[in-house]
């Protein structure tokens, strides 16, 4: 399998397309650090709240999304790509034969219920798959729909999010979480305002996807760097904070256990001058070493 071709042609295509070829050719590179795709997001809430139709929409993935509840019992996972039209602009500037997007896993995690804790429902199987992801994205209902089913018979944002959060700190889990509100742009919406940051979405009309991604992916605390050239342009995700031989063993390993120096400059620098070897004229590409925080944005050459 050409890994490279698989990738490029993913990108240039939708969204499951991207999904499929990144899940299947990430982990077939030797010395490839799959760390960018390590940190991942639960989706998370009540039954028939629109999980797995919101993830259906993230990914476009065959997952179970009927109208009734506990109809996903296994938790599904799909790696998402992050909109980034820096990249684009980068990809364009360097004339790159290949685009490569950093992306987001998420993972679509069977409905929680009052006493899920305590083992109510599927309980201890949510909750220990909860307990495996790094942040959470926790859906709530604010449509009204007599068609769709309400696990409590009622349509109450807050009540569920109380619920929800309750079984979580019963359990002890304490996540950073991003609070999803599923809305309906054919229906009739709740007002609410919920105790944390929020993004408003329709999955069926496909309005707030991007934000949310975006947003998830700030809620792991990670930034994303870039490598362009000719042959390709690449965006890269480190945690905040990270050092450059931290941020380099994203790409491979021999990027932190043999880093040198790095040659930095930031988008907008780079941008702004045209390219990289006008960048260079006017002083804007710098040497780095190995103190250096890398921070979003940087476009960086990693020499070992």
Same mark, same amino acid.
């Given at each position: 399998?050409?890994?490279?071709?698989?990738?490029?042609?993913?990108?240039?295509?939708?969204?499951?397309?991207?999904?499929?070829?990144?899940?299947?050719?990430?982990?077939?590179?030797?010395?490839?650090?799959?760390?960018?795709?390590?940190?991942?997001?639960?989706?998370?809430?009540?039954?028939?709240?629109?999980?797995?139709?919101?993830?259906?929409?993230?990914?476009?993935?065959?997952?179970?999304?009927?109208?009734? +509840?506990?109809?996903? %019992? !296994? @938790?599904?996972? =799909?790696?998402?790509?992050?909109?980034?039209?820096?990249?684009?602009?980068?990809?364009?500037?360097?004339?790159?034969?290949?685009?490569?997007?950093?992306?987001?896993?998420?993972?679509?995690?069977?409905?929680?219920?009052?006493?899920?804790?305590?083992?109510?429902?599927?309980?201890?199987?949510?909750?220990?798959?909860?307990?495996?992801?790094d942040a959470i994205v926790e859906v709530?209902?604010?449509?009204?729909?007599?068609?769709?089913?309400?696990?409590?018979?009622?349509?109450?944002?807050?009540?569920?999010?109380?619920?929800?959060?309750?079984?979580?700190?019963?359990?002890?889990?304490?996540?950073?979480?991003?609070?999803?509100?599923?809305?309906?742009?054919?229906?009739?919406?709740?007002?609410?305002?919920?105790?944390? +940051?929020?993004?408003? %979405? !329709? @999955?069926?009309? =496909?309005?707030?996807?991007?934000?949310?991604?975006?947003?998830?992916?700030?809620?792991?605390?990670?930034?994303?760097?870039?490598?362009?050239?000719?042959?390709?342009?690449?965006?890269?995700?480190?945690?905040?904070?990270?050092?450059?031989?931290?941020?380099?063993?994203?790409?491979?390993?021999?990027?932190?256990?043999?880093?040198?120096?790095?040659?930095?400059?930031?988008?907008?620098?780079?941008?702004?001058?045209?390219?990289?070897?006008?960048?260079?004229?006017?002083?804007?590409?710098?040497?780095?070493?190995?103190?250096?925080?890398?921070?979003?944005?940087?476009?960086?050459?990693?020499?070992?």
């Open positions: 399998m050409d890994v490279e071709l698989v990738l490029r042609e993913a990108y240039e295509g939708p969204r499951e397309k991207i999904s499929r070829a990144l899940s299947i050719c990430l982990p077939a590179q030797a010395g490839y650090n799959r760390k960018m795709s390590k940190l991942s997001v639960g989706i998370v809430g009540l039954p028939n709240v629109g999980k797995s139709t919101l993830f259906n929409a993230l990914t476009n993935k065959s997952v179970p999304a009927e109208n009734y +509840p506990f109809c996903t %019992i !296994d @938790p599904s996972v =799909g790696i998402v790509p992050v909109p980034d039209e820096r990249l684009d602009k980068l990809a364009a500037l360097s004339k790159s034969k290949k685009v490569i997007p950093a992306v987001v896993e998420f993972v679509d995690i069977a409905g929680l219920v009052k006493g899920a804790s305590e083992g109510e429902g599927l309980g201890n199987k949510f909750l220990s798959n909860i307990r495996e992801v709530v209902r604010i449509f009204q729909d007599p068609g769709v089913i309400h696990v409590h018979e009622k349509v109450d944002p807050l009540f569920d999010i109380e619920i929800i959060n309750l079984e979580l700190e019963k359990a002890g889990i304490k996540k950073p979480t991003l609070y999803v509100l599923n809305m309906s742009e054919a229906a009739e919406n709740l007002d609410i305002k919920v105790p944390g +940051p929020s993004v408003m %979405i !329709d @999955p069926v009309f =496909g309005t707030g996807l991007d934000q949310l991604i975006t947003e998830s992916y700030k809620l792991l605390d990670l930034i994303t760097f870039f490598t362009t050239g000719e042959d390709e342009s690449r965006a890269w995700t480190t945690k905040r904070n990270a050092t450059a031989p931290e941020a380099g063993k994203s790409i491979h390993t021999d990027f932190q256990e043999k880093f040198i120096r790095a040659q930095v400059v930031s988008y907008r620098d780079l941008v702004d001058a045209g390219s990289m070897v006008k960048a260079r004229e006017k002083g804007l590409l710098r040497t780095e070493g190995k103190e250096y925080i890398v921070q979003d944005g940087d476009v960086v050459e990693f020499l070992i």
